[in-house]
């Protein structure tokens, strides 16, 4: 398996073989997403997880939270694992794999615990385990190698995304709905820093870069990607971003955590009635907010503060079947005093056509120079 098409197929080839019959088709993505995620991280401590077993043995009754010796013993790494299991010392006890999978996940550090109740984790095992499919499927998982050496950042995005559009499908749902094409989130960050490249150059830059609606959270790993590599390397660039759905927030997450990041600055929960980042304002924006989502459920709230003249819907509500609109409204609150750039994914304009409708990338920039192409965009979003 040389490219992430060679594991998306084997992973998708696990996920068909093992659950069909048990599990219904639309059902597979929960199943399957959090081994996914399981087996990367274990990939990732797999070096260091005896030493992070031995420290912890070590200090676990003279030290209340021995948590920061802990991330020593796991070299810098900011999550371990307690347990003496992960998937591969799981396979070895066909017998007690229930147990001893519940050990391994309480041995994880608390980030990670947080990150997997996401996935509801534990009615999976139940039914994997009355139907004595747990131990095939942990033993499949441990026959691929998922490690960041092995497998880049990138491509483990190419990989979840991959597998989202085929449990998509069989959900009868928009794979659009959880991630946007990399060839697309790429032009968005080509056009979002082409003009602002000499304000990067130098040492000791500090940015931040935020999307309300992350999904996988590909948007915010490619744009850091993009000024690291084709930039200025030394600048360093802080990550945001919120998400509702709970299996791409916990994706989002983990491979957050992977790169060395600051893994609660992924937050979860809606950010129109939940906004995880109140008063926080950024240096760059962008988002592909969900197309015709509904807001009816959080329809007082968005009510009442868009009769609120500093409220961020003041401008004016869009009907209650799409939210796009209040996405920008949203964005353009977090916009430094000094000025941002926002580049956010519209209905309407034919850059690609597919299953999500046509979109449309349009760029804001400092509401000093922007103003009226700012509310322009909302004019001719309302109309």
């Known amino acids: 398996m040389n490219n992430f098409q060679d594991k998306s197929n084997f992973i998708w080839q696990v996920a068909d073989d093992i659950l069909r019959g048990t599990f219904k088709q639309h059902e597979y993505g929960d199943v399957i997403l959090p081994f996914v995620v399981l087996r990367r991280l274990d990939c990732v401590l797999e070096e260091h997880k005896d030493a992070v077993i031995a420290t912890y043995n070590k200090f676990k009754d ?57 996935f509801q984790i534990d009615k999976i095992v139940a039914k994997l385990v009355k139907n004595d499919l747990m131990f095939m499927l942990v033993s499949k998982f441990t026959e691929i190698d998922l490690h960041p050496d092995v497998v880049a950042n990138h491509e483990m995005g190419y990989i979840f995304e991959e597998l989202l559009r085929l449990f998509s499908e069989m959900s009868n749902e928009t794979a659009g709905e959880h991630y946007t094409p990399r060839e697309v989130i790429r032009l968005m960050v080509n056009l979002l820093f082409a003009e602002h490249q000499a304000e990067l150059q130098g040492k000791g830059i500090i940015r931040t870069v935020f999307d309300p609606a992350c999904g996988t959270g ?148 400092s509401p000093t120079k922007s103003t009226s192409f700012i509310f322009y965009t909302l004019y001719k979003s309302i109309i």
């Not at 003496?84 to 550090?109: P, T």
């Open 218 to 365: 590909g948007m915010l790993t490619i744009a850091k990607e993009h000024i690291q590599q084709k930039i200025n390397p030394d600048v360093e660039i802080v990550m945001y971003g919120q998400e509702l759905n709970e299996q791409t927030y916990a994706i989002a997450k983990s491979d957050v955590l992977i790169m060395g990041e600051e893994a609660d600055n992924i937050r979860s929960g809606t950010s129109f009635s939940g906004d995880r980042f109140k008063g926080n304002k950024f240096n760059y924006m962008l988002s592909n907010p969900p197309f015709g989502v509904s807001w009816k459920k959080e329809q007082e709230f968005i009510k009442d503060e868009a009769n609120d003249p500093y409220g961020r819907f003041h401008a004016g509500l869009p009907c209650v079947s799409d939210g796009a609109l209040m996405f920008l409204q949203h964005m353009i609150s977090k916009m430094e005093p000094r000025g941002s750039r926002i580049a956010i994914i519209f209905n309407g304009s034919p850059l690609f056509t597919g299953d999500a409708g046509s979109v449309m990338i349009k760029l804001c920039l």
């Open 62 to 118: 003279i030290l209340p939270d021995p948590a920061q010796v802990l991330l020593h013993a796991a070299n810098g790494l900011n999550f371990y694992n307690t347990s003496y299991y992960d998937l591969r010392r799981l396979a070895q006890d066909a017998g007690n794999v229930e147990l001893n999978f519940n050990n391994y996940i309480n041995g994880f550090s608390d980030n990670v615990r947080e990150m997997i109740e996401n």
